[in-house]
């Protein structure tokens, strides 16, 4: 019996997805103790958008280290820092006439999250939160809150108070998602409906974990609509599409709304490193007073320099060009799984895609599959039926090319085990 399963808690997930023990890392690979190499379809859960061990990143970490660099410093100024907010200002912010100061927090995208609802909360005087049906925010009680999952609620062991949801704009039924929005205006605008508008509207624009639904722009637009008309805070969750996992920097750079905070986590720490930060609008972080929101991990020193390095990914277009031709690969090779009826159904954008399978039964298998034949791919949605595909941008086109080999022949294979 390993040590894992003699001391490590019962919690654990991934470790029995993947029931290996892991030792290298590159880019896309990675390396068991035997020897085993695996291609990453699951890129850390979106954290590693630059590839394992980002060779850039390492360099700059090695060398910050060597020079004795501050690793750790609460939320006080160091070059480190102030390096990555002005590259941040310069490369992302300024060119988008972004206003927001940058706030950061604990080092995990549910801390960016509480953070963003208790601002909200701060600002309005409301208490109640708008999230959405299959939405993913975050495991500490407030995220938790605006979680749909129910399997993840339930091991509150308290309440979930002041967040409602409301229907998420799905593809397949976009009339209704947005009668939906017209519907809760028309009950905030009456007195008498005994519904009054919430602090915030929090939202992904893609719902990674809830089964890579993607927003459209029309409906993105009318609930920027809605905030605005009813003041409320317009909180978009771009933890685990953001940082170029669309094809833009933002995963709503293309939908012509202006959130008042953005979430952001996972993939800004650059090499795996933990960071996380909110972008909030000026008029609304006036509100915060000094030490308001506090905690030990605001900012880690070695998240900013391999971050920093990161950011130098979105001086020019040619990642993001890379990422456009990649997606038209992933879907080129898995749009014929759903033609012959092997999957149900392919969706998401640039370099997050899903391939619903219908049962999540089916997908469990694949998953197996893929990992027995060298593939680290994971599920997610309603019932885990729907695989994520999220390799890292910096994938190697030989490396993408196999791993979908090897996915199709997953997916051909338990089907035809299942028919």
Known sequence: MSIFEQRESNIRAYARTYPTVFVTAKNSRQVDESGKEYIDFFAGAGVLNFGHNNPRMKQAMIDYMEKDGVLH???MQTQAKAAF????????????????????????GTNAVEAAMKLARNVTGRHNIVAFSQGF???TLGALAATANEYFRQASGVPLLHVSHERFDQSHDAKAALAALDSLASQYRDSSSGIKPPA???????????????????????L??????????LIVDDIQVGCGRTGSY??????????????????IGGVGTPMAMNLVNPDLDKHWSPGEHTGTFRGQNLS???????????????LMKEVAQKAEQVRSALEPLVAEKSAHELRGKGLILG??????????????????????????GSGGRVLKIIPPLTIPEADLMEGLDILKSAVRFVMEEAA
């Open 224 to 233: 920027e609509k809605l905030a605005k008309e009813f003041g409320s805070v």
């Open 355 to 380: 391939l619903d399978m219908g049962k999540g039964e089916l997908a469990a298998k694949v998953v197996q599959r893929c990992f027995q034949n060298g593939l680290m791919i994971g599920a997610c």
């Open 250 to 267: 933002f995963s709503f750079d293309d939908m012509g709304i202006k959130p008042d905070i953005i979430t952001l986590a996972k993939g």
């Open 304 to 318: 900013f320099v391999a971050g920093a390095e990161a950011l130098s990914y979105f001086e020019n277009a040619d």
């Open 200 to 222: 915030a509207f929090m939202v992904e624009t893609i719902q990674a974990e809830g089964g890579v639904n993607v927003a459209s722009k029309e409906w993105m637009q009318k």
């Open 73 to 75: 410093s609460l939320d």
């Open 137 to 139: 925010h975050g495991m």
């Open 85 to 108: 907010m002005q590259k941040f200002t310069d490369v992302i912010l300024k060119p988008r006439n972004m206003p927001h100061r940058i706030q950061f927090m604990g080092p995990t």
